[in-house]
């Protein structure tokens, strides 16, 4: 294992990626690491830095902060519940998908009880009989299905 890392580090170089370099704010290092990639394929690399910000200009991006508390916050700011407020944009919806998640909550329990009760109480000394454990499986498959039919 240590003859691996010392190859890793003394035979391989590896780079950054240039979408993390420009996510960094390192424009320059990005267009070197797509230069370095390309002279590695044995491919000739035209970038320039201009085209780049020329590129990051048409796309509309900014002069956004780069630190990691920046992208941190960025990444939360995805998780917002604009999406889940819909849900309850009415009286109906919010009746509806209140009584869909307590099933649900109900179901989900129902299937963890069932599946403790399966491997507490099976007796495991018949394991090497498949039709022992398969009888075994199909009647707590039963209660499950049972309990989803009749709720």
Same mark, same amino acid.
């Given at each position: 294992?240590?003859?691996?890392?010392?190859?890793?580090?003394?035979?391989?170089?590896?780079?950054?990626?240039?979408?993390?370099?420009?996510?960094?704010?390192?424009?320059?290092?990005?267009?070197?690491?797509?230069?370095? #990639?390309? +002279?590695? +394929?044995?491919?000739?690399? +035209?970038?320039?830095?201009?085209?780049?910000?020329?590129?990051?200009?048409?796309?509309?991006?900014?002069?956004?902060?780069?630190?990691?508390?920046?992208?941190?916050?960025?990444?939360?700011?995805?998780?917002?519940?604009?999406?889940?407020?819909?849900?309850?944009?009415?009286?109906?919806?919010?009746?509806?998908?209140?009584?869909?998640?307590?099933?649900?909550?109900?179901?989900?329990?129902?299937?963890?009880?069932?599946?403790?009760?399966?491997?507490?109480?099976?007796?495991?000394?018949?394991?090497?009989?498949?039709?022992?454990?398969?009888?075994?499986?199909?009647?707590?498959?039963?209660? #499950?299905?049972?309990?989803?039919? +009749?709720?």
């Amino acid at each position: 294992m240590l003859v691996l890392w010392a190859i890793r580090f003394f035979v391989f170089k590896l780079i950054e990626s240039p979408k993390y370099l420009m996510g960094r704010g390192k424009d320059e290092e990005a267009v070197e690491s797509v230069h370095y #990639i390309a +002279n590695y +394929n044995g491919k000739q690399s +035209n970038l320039t830095l201009e085209d780049l910000r020329r590129a990051a200009a048409q796309a509309g991006a900014g002069n956004m902060e780069t630190s990691a508390r920046a992208a941190a916050l960025r990444t939360v700011e995805r998780f917002r519940f604009e999406h889940v407020k819909a849900l309850f944009a009415t009286g109906r919806l919010a009746y509806s998908t209140t009584l869909v998640i307590i099933l649900w909550g109900m179901h989900a329990h129902r299937v963890c009880t069932v599946l403790d009760e399966f491997f507490t109480s099976f007796d495991w000394t018949c394991l090497p009989s498949v039709q022992c454990f398969h009888h075994h499986l199909v009647s707590v498959f039963h209660v #499950i299905f049972d309990f989803t039919l +009749n709720v």
